[in-house]
């Protein structure tokens, strides 16, 4: 099966700084990946999916790259609002399964 | 408005089983696969098990391969989630979950219901 990983597992930084998490898939997924966020007790939202397109409603501040094996989840300027556990998901490619990358907390400086 | 509602959570003893219920509202739901994803206490998702929009297709993830079925019945717009031979490690809460596209079962979720929580507990 393939498998998720992502990095960091967590990071501070401050407000109006540039983020980066990279998830990489064991196997290549083409662009069958999506990003969630998770807020503390509230439920996954979807951010991207296709590997960079926004899902409607996600501000802009946020977009997704990669294909293959490596993507990347940019979020241009952190705000107060972004602190959550983001999420990567392998999804449609063989094997058919959903599987989630281990999520990277975010958290303000 | 899409709304999706699960039920059926509860506690169980290790052995036993459970069914999970998920009724959907505000699209049309036999056009659209759905998936079931489970949260253990303070981990991360982990995907369990897709269905196509018809039923005719059915995926699980290793984990539940064997003890779990997915079905639904596009009647009732109403998924299902049912669990046998539980373990303490199933002990989560379960998120039913809308498929983003119509084309693939296994798919990105952009809808999900609030959860029900499953505790395999003595």
């Known amino acids: 099966d393939i498998q998720m990983t992502q990095s960091p597992s967590s990071l501070s930084a401050s407000v109006g700084d540039r983020v980066t998490i990279t998830c990489r898939a064991s196997q290549g997924i083409s662009n069958y990946l999506a990003w969630y966020q998770q807020k503390p007790g509230k439920v996954p939202k979807l951010l991207i999916y296709?590997?960079?397109t926004l899902q409607s409603g996600v501000p802009s501040r946020f977009s997704g790259s990669g294909s293959g094996t490596d993507f990347t989840l940019t979020i241009s300027s952190l705000q107060p609002e972004d602190v959550a556990t983001y999420y990567c998901?392998?999804?449609?490619?063989?094997?058919?399964?959903?599987?989630f990358g281990p999520g990277t907390k975010v958290d303000i400086k | 408005e899409v709304q999706l509602l699960e039920s059926g959570g509860g506690l169980v003893q290790p052995g036993g089983s459970l069914r999970l219920s998920c009724a959907a509202s505000?699209?049309?739901?036999?056009?659209?696969?759905m998936s079931w994803v489970r949260q253990a206490p303070g981990k991360g998702l982990e995907w369990v098990s897709a269905?196509?929009?018809?039923?005719?297709?059915?995926y699980y993830a290793d984990s539940v391969k064997g003890r779990f079925t997915i079905s639904r019945d596009n009647s009732k717009n109403t998924l299902y989630l049912q669990m046998n031979s539980l373990r303490a490690e199933d002990t989560a809460v379960y998120y039913c979950?809308?498929?983003?596209?119509?084309?693939?079962?296994?798919?990105?979720?952009?809808?999900w219901g609030q959860g029900t929580l499953v505790t395999v507990s003595s």
């Open positions: 296709a590997a960079s």
């Open positions: 269905i196509s929009g018809s039923g005719g297709s059915t």
């Open positions: 979950a809308k498929a983003l596209t119509m084309i693939v079962v296994v798919s990105s979720f952009d809808y």
């Open positions: 998901q392998k999804y449609n490619s063989a094997p058919p399964s959903g599987t």
């Open positions: 505000g699209f049309t739901f036999s056009s659209y696969a």
